[in-house]
């Protein structure tokens, strides 16, 4: 794709920014891939929607292609709807900490029982007992035993006759009375989804209160895994899955459109039949795998480091002379919260701690940034060139446009007449602040 991609835009000579016409071009290269990847049809709708409004106007950085910059949006964008934030399991609970897994026949659940039973002994050291409530296949219950001895896991004795509802109770009150941190619940599946396989589900949920509901679901299923994930997610509601056979599947398409249809995180991955072929969830790794690219993702990070230093250069050099406007304070803004905060910029400067104070006392605190960021779109963009020609009657309709109130336009406009006469002085200084931000 990322061939692809450049292919199309070297053709074009630069034009600074990406235009609606360029983007549209690239998104059908995009949409072939992510239909080539496996992808579900209304997810690489909303996914091709969504870089098209990011990607539109973008300018693009001196030392890479226009189509680098596309890959590059893609990239980012793909990452955060896979879960930049995804976690693995959570175990903050009172102990025994309950989770059950779902999924049909064959996904993985028992291995993935064990195998998560392994990894939370191993590295977390906890106690973990593991229990089947497949009572329809007597040899799920002595799979999990055997893997239980393999593994040095604890699994609960088997009882013949019961229903999957008394032995989740029975593993439950096991699981309190011997002192275990987690129980894990391998429930039974079915080849499809059916009604009889919900209601037991629902049922073995609604007893044992789980604090995690594990949706097994293996990748190379594809469609078929993300309607299963609807349907699970619509039944019982889950709240993770966990991919598996993601050493057979190339194409990682699945684990994208799960995530989309249910919003659940997908917090680890099956790599293999073994009992430690069990890895966490890196969104990275996978929007790699699904835009086939390798080192073009290093490339793009590098050019977009200098992106960075190219727009701060651009705004030192436009401070040194003492323009300082509500744009460049929206810049700053959205720069601080890439940093971390102006705390993070702060201390990354030295001798700023009066500054520090300053700002702060003038409401720059991370809490207010967005905000800030929300009134200055609200303004026109003679306003924000000018911010001098914001009377009342436009403070109000500002404060309107970006849901504040005027006290909190009139900070901002604050904010901004200080840090231009900062900038101003410091701009006379050789090496001052803008000189610091240059540099980072
Ligand atoms: P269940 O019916 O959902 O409990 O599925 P099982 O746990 O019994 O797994 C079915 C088959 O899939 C077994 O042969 C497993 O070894 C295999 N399996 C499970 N997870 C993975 C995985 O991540 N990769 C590979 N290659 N095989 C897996
Ligand atoms: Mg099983």
Redesign the pocket.
């Known amino acids: 794709l990322s061939d692809r991609l450049s292919g199309i835009f070297d053709k074009l000579t630069r034009r600074g920014a990406l235009s609606e016409a360029d983007v549209s071009e690239a998104m059908r290269e995009v949409r072939r891939a992510l239909l080539e990847a496996d992808v579900a049809l209304d997810v690489v709708k909303s996914f091709t929607d969504k870089v098209r409004t990011r990607a539109v106007g973008q300018e693009v950085v001196k030392s890479i292609t226009p189509g680098q910059m596309v890959v590059k949006i893609v990239h980012d964008t793909l990452v955060e709807t896979l879960g930049s934030d995804a976690r693995p399991i959570d175990l903050v609970a009172p102990a025994p900490v309950p989770i059950l897994m779902v999924?049909?026949?064959?996904?993985?659940?028992?291995?993935?029982?064990a195998k998560i039973a392994r990894r939370l002994k191993e590295r977390e050291r906890k106690r973990v007992l593991m229990a089947s409530l497949?009572t329809r296949r007597p040899a799920?219950m002595e799979?999990l035993k055997v893997l239980g001895e393999q593994n040095d896991v604890d699994t609960l004795p088997i009882v013949a006759g019961q229903s999957a509802v008394e032995i989740a109770k029975r593993a439950l009150t096991a699981a309190r009375l011997g002192g275990y941190d987690v129980v894990i619940l391998?429930t039974a599946?079915r080849v499809t989804v059916d009604e009889g396989l919900m209601d037991e589900a629902a049922e073995v949920k609604r007893v044992t209160d789980p604090h995690e509901v594990l949706l097994?679901a293996d990748a190379l299923t594809g469609q078929d895994a993300v309607n299963t994930a609807r349907a699970f997610d619509g039944r019982i509601g889950i709240t993770g899955i966990v991919l598996?056979?993601?050493?057979?599947d190339g194409r990682g398409g699945a684990a994208l459109s799960m995530r989309a249809v249910t919003g659940k995180p997908i917090k680890l991955?099956?790599?293999?039949?073994k009992a430690d072929?069990l890895e966490d969830f890196h969104p990275s790794r996978v929007a790699d795998r699904i835009l086939g690219m390798g080192d073009i993702v290093a490339l793009v990070e590098k050019a977009a480091e200098n992106f960075d230093a190219e727009r701060a250069a651009k705004m030192a050099a436009k401070m040194g002379k003492g323009e300082f406007d509500l744009d460049d304070l929206a810049e700053q803004l959205k720069q601080m919260q890439k940093l971390g905060g102006m705390g993070g910029i702060m201390s990354l400067m030295p001798g700023m701690g009066k500054m520090k104070n300053q700002i702060a006392a003038a409401g720059l605190d991370d809490r207010f940034v967005k905000r800030q960021i929300a009134i200055i779109s609200s303004m026109t963009k003679k306003e924000r060139a000018k911010p001098a020609v914001i009377d009342a009657k436009r403070r109000k309709r500002i404060a309107a446009g970006s849901g504040t109130d005027v006290a909190d336009v009139n900070k901002v406009l604050k904010t901004h007449r200080q840090m231009a006469d900062m900038m101003k002085a410091m701009g006379k200084q050789k090496g001052g602040l803008m000189g610091a931000l240059g540099g980072m």
Do not use: F, P, Y
């Open positions: 999924g049909l026949q064959g996904s993985g659940k028992t291995t993935t029982t497949d799920a799979q391998d599946g097994v598996t056979r993601v050493d057979g991955m099956g790599v293999g039949e072929a």
